[in-house]
């Protein structure tokens, strides 16, 4: 089956920090990747939808600025967040699809969390 | 806008016991999925409904798509400890070619 990676899984680090997180996908050719934020007990935020070779797609609310998205080939997708702050501690989540009504396969998530 | 809201936010069953969670779009979808979330892990492709009136099972799961393409259910039948997790409904509209996410309804069995 569609497996996606994301790297790494946790993260613990001091506020002002930056922090890059991967989002690959191993079997398959991923045209557009997403970004999830997801908080304890509640549903997947679409952040931002990355699209390989052009500018990411952010969801209202979200700011550009802070949440670096960068789709440099069919298989990767990175997230930094820049100079993060505790507020920015949450479970991201990474998905890769490989055509528009196919499902999407979802990375095993990192943990952020800013001191 | 384009909204998919999921019922009940939480179910306690005892083990055993049958379990249906329920999703409905303020619009036309164009398909929904279902996910599971398992504590501590993240969301598994359960399957896809594309079809109006389109019913699916799988093993003790059974998936139904309305008529009008507006609203989803999934039933569990017999539950196990197994089945416990959160299970997310998602729609797929045409229109931006994104998923929207239900808020899910977290399951827990009682053995």
């Known amino acids: 089956g569609a497996v996606v990676s994301q790297h790494p899984s946790r993260v613990i680090c001091k506020s002002g920090t930056s922090v890059k997180i991967e989002c690959r996908s191993l079997?398959?050719?991923?045209?557009?990747m997403f970004w999830y934020r997801q908080f304890p007990k509640q549903s997947l935020m679409l952040m931002a939808t990355s699209n390989e070779g052009s500018k990411a797609t952010y969801e209202q609310g979200v700011e550009k600025d802070k949440f670096l998205i960068n789709h440099a080939s069919l298989t990767l997708s990175t997230l930094t967040v820049t100079s993060a702050h505790p507020e920015d501690s949450s479970f991201y989540i990474c998905s890769a699809r490989e055509g528009v009504e196919q499902p999407q396969h979802f990375g095993d998530g990192t943990r952020l969390s800013i001191l | 806008g384009q909204q998919v809201m999921q019922i009940p936010q939480y179910q306690h069953v005892q083990e055993g016991e049958d379990f249906t969670t329920y999703c409905n779009s303020s619009?036309?979808?164009?398909?929904i999925q279902w996910y599971k979330q398992r504590p501590g892990g993240h969301p598994v492709f359960l399957i896809q409904?594309?079809?109006?009136?389109e019913v699916k099972k799988q093993k003790r799961l059974t998936f139904q798509f309305g008529e009008a393409k507006k609203n989803s259910s999934l039933h569990i039948t017999a539950t196990q400890t197994t089945d416990v997790g959160t299970y997310f409904c998602a729609g797929f509209y045409n229109q931006g070619g994104k998923l929207i996410f239900g808020q899910g309804t977290e399951l827990s069995v009682k053995p």
């Open positions: 409904l594309v079809k109006s009136g």
């Open positions: 079997d398959f050719q991923a045209t557009t």
């Open positions: 619009t036309t979808l164009s398909n």
